[in-house]
């Protein structure tokens, strides 16, 4: 039957078309030329009404119009060959429906793939983005994840050395057996761990605070695990800075409340002393020496009293443009003539490029310069050198000045409280205490801060860093 139909339209110079009523699609033509496509929509609108142009067989599945068998034009068929047409297209239909079906299947999978891949490429694109090192294991310990930051600095590892190796094989700072334990901790109670970590990997020492996430990919047990390493030493230091500036003002605030309670009785028992030592005839050289010592221990508490005021209460001082190499210069005139500031050997290396761009007042900035040369001086126990050193920083945004001795040094545990106000290494009698922390005071006051770096046995340098002003000579 169908034979006799193709021959039947091949005879008569027919083409055979297939619509989905939109466009043709040509899949047998002999030589007529293709009806358009706005008449093959109206006919398949009227149901494939006959007409003398085409000959128009509908495709239906599922009561949905799929498009039409199309002649043109209409060839001379027996009832007996359109029926085996409507036959054809009642079979046709289903198979179109299906290979639809099937195309916008394809489409969509090929589009959903399509966003998956730009959806990994952007979180790819962010984990490498990030400004701390990341990376994942899964309970087998084996990186699954490693983002660029891991791959940088001294202790970097690339991403292809890293994926797929287990982490003991690629981390060696720490000791496997103490990496295992924090990871099954995690695994086990899924529970966010951090802690801090310090390092010299880079030459200087670097805090890092490290970040053991718990991940699970359904409502099971942990999977992974993320870790993150954040350099945090900037962090820790503002942190101190802060916790320093806090305790500073406390102890201001006390030293204001009771100052003056402490200096009048002060007074009265030197006053007193004085006038027993002066009413008392030829008095025995004992009772002399300790009237003298009751008036000079006096004299040493009103010392304190008066550095505790000039700590907790700063005088207003008139600030000017203020060349730091020359306060240096001045610094040490004044102590050139102190007997025992004489035995030390003084070296300066003075940048010579600086010029008046600190602006603050410079009877403070010698106080601060000068108590850290007298503390310079008893760490080197009066024999060594001591050098001062002043440089632009990097940016020339601060003018960097040091004080660098070759003394005891300090020792770790004491870095952080030196500060502190009456905190001193000092033996007994050799200090109160209070002269970093008015050096300290001075300098934030000046907007700007004090740096330690201190090896025990080999010496120390103190690193006052302060602001460049761009002010060319008159006071704002």
Not at 270 to 296: F, V, Y
């Amino acid at each position: 039957m169908l034979g006799r139909v193709a021959e039947t339209v091949r005879a008569e110079g027919v083409s055979l078309w297939l619509s989905d009523g939109a466009t043709l699609r040509c899949r047998a033509r002999v030589g007529a030329p293709p009806p358009a496509a706005a008449d093959v929509r109206t006919r398949i609108a009227r149901h494939g009404a006959p007409g003398d142009d085409m000959l128009v067989v509908r495709l239906d599945a599922a009561r949905q119009s799929l498009g039409a068998l199309v002649l043109a034009p209409p060839p001379e068929l027996s009832g007996e060959e359109r029926t085996f047409l409507a036959t054809v297209a009642d079979v046709l239909a289903p198979v179109l429906r299906h290979s639809a079906y099937a195309q916008r299947l394809e489409s969509e999978v090929i589009e959903r793939t399509r966003q998956i891949d730009r959806e990994r490429r952007i979180t790819e694109r962010i984990i490498d983005s990030l400004p701390v090192g990341l990376y994942v294991i899964d309970r087998d310990y084996r990186i699954s994840v490693w983002n660029r930051k891991r791959e940088t600095g001294l202790q970097g590892v690339s991403r292809e050395d890293a994926l797929g190796r287990t982490i003991f094989e690629i981390l060696h700072r720490q000791p496997a057996a103490v990496l295992r334990r924090e990871f099954d901790d995690v695994f086990a109670t899924g529970r966010l761990q951090i802690f801090h970590m310090e390092s010299r990997a880079s030459g200087e020492l670097r805090t890092f605070r490290i970040s053991k996430i718990p991940m699970r990919l359904d409502d099971g047990p942990v999977t992974h695990v993320i870790t993150v390493g954040e350099d945090v030493t900037e962090w820790r230091d503002a942190q101190e800075r802060f916790s320093q500036a806090e305790k500073l003002a406390a102890i201001g605030t006390l030293a204001a409340g009771v100052m003056h309670e402490i200096n009048n009785p002060l007074a009265t028992i030197h006053a007193c002393a004085e006038s027993l030592e002066l009413s008392t005839e030829d008095p025995s050289p004992p009772l002399r020496d300790a009237l003298r010592l009751i008036q000079a221990e006096v004299q040493r508490c009103k010392g304190i009293t008066d550095s505790l005021l000039d700590f907790s209460r700063p005088k207003a001082a008139e600030k000017t443009l203020v060349d730091v190499d020359a306060t240096i210069e001045r610094t040490l005139f004044l102590l050139k003539h102190h007997p025992r500031f004489k035995r030390l050997t003084v070296r300066t290396e003075l940048d010579g490029s600086l010029g008046p761009v600190v602006y603050g007042n410079e009877e403070q900035i010698v106080q601060v310069f000068m108590a850290l040369l007298l503390n310079a001086m008893d760490a080197m126990r009066e024999r060594g050198t001591v050098v001062l050193r002043t440089r632009w920083s990097d940016d020339r945004r601060h003018v960097l000045a040091e004080v660098v001795d070759e003394g005891e040094g300090i020792r770790s545990a004491d870095l952080p409280k030196i500060f502190e106000p009456f905190y001193t290494t000092k033996a007994p009698g050799r200090g109160t205490g209070l002269g970093l922390s008015i050096c300290y005071a001075i300098v934030a006051e000046h907007g700007g801060r004090i740096e330690v770096d201190s090896t025990p046995g080999e010496g120390s340098v103190f690193r006052i860093v302060l602001p460049r002003t761009e002010q060319s000579g008159a006071s704002p």
